[in-house]
């Protein structure tokens, strides 16, 4: 695979702005810790390894960590084998309390946001995805190993890399971190609005691979449309108990 090709990972570590700094490395990476992209006890590349990724200085990227240490998502240890390591929170799991937080006016207003982020996304990857690029999202789907929310996060993302937009791939980093867990939160015990997220992505990732974009873009609005129509009729019932 070339090395000119986007990943997900890449958004992470892809330079920074020459006006950034400590906080847009804290942000960064505390985006992609939360996002899932970055896993729990994983190890960070070594300060000057980042530095050099970021496009900041060393004392740039210290100054992050203490900052990351202070928030227990970072450990750093000592002596060989040593280095800075990944401490991912706890998952919230109470999806009723999340949700009574949300007004539906701004539940959707978000959503429809994101849907025309994601959907712009998927039309952008199907004029621009290679096999490798296919295989790729198909791998991030086929995880059934990590939970839903995550999945689902890292399989938009992966399709936002695709699209080779480093915008559109900031924008959905940060909606996975707004609304994300709460959208793609597991079907619940008497949901009768449940839907199979992986029949949806594998039918996006047919049009992709395609590369019809404007049937990309549908299918991933309608995906999102789906998750949405969800939580509104499990907010009703909260409203309502």
């Known amino acids: ?29 505390t985006d992609a ?19 050099a990724q970021f496009g900041v200085s060393r004392v740039t990227v210290r100054e992050a960590l203490v900052a990351l240490r202070q928030q227990n998502l970072v450990e750093t240890r000592r002596g060989r084998g040593g280095g800075s390591f990944v401490r991912a929170p706890a998952a919230k799991n109470d999806l009723h309390s999340r949700l009574a937080e949300l007004s539906l006016p701004t539940l959707r207003d978000i959503a ?22 296919i295989l790729r999202i198909e791998e991030v789907d086929a995880d059934t190993g990590r939970p839903l929310h995550r999945m689902e996060r890292a399989y938009h993302l992966e399709v936002a890399a695709v699209a080779q937009s480093a915008r559109l791939a900031r ?3 940060r909606f996975a971190t707004e609304l994300g867990t709460v959208l793609w939160s597991p079907v619940l015990p008497g949901d009768d609005c449940a839907y199979d997220p992986h029949t949806d992505h594998r ?9 019809d974009g404007d049937l990309a873009r549908r299918l991933t609005e309608d995906h999102i449309e789906k998750a949405v129509e969800r939580l509104v009729t499990l907010h009703l019932t909260l409203i309502e108990q």
């Not at 070339?2 to 804290?26: N, Y």
């Not at 992209?37 to 190890?43: C, K, N, R, S």
């Open 1 to 29: 695979m070339g090395t000119d090709r986007a990943s997900a990972r890449a958004v992470v570590f892809a330079p920074l702005d020459p006006h950034s700094r400590a906080e847009t490395v804290i942000r960064r990476l």
């Open 33 to 51: 810790i939360t996002f899932g992209l970055l896993t729990d006890a994983e190890q960070l590349p070594s300060e000057a390894d980042l530095a």
């Open 112 to 133: 429809d946001h994101y849907a025309a982020v994601a959907g712009a996304a998927a039309r952008l990857a199907a004029q621009r995805a290679d096999a490798d690029d």
């Open 171 to 173: 924008e959905e980093v």
């Open 203 to 211: 039918a996006i990732t047919a049009a992709i691979a395609a590369g």
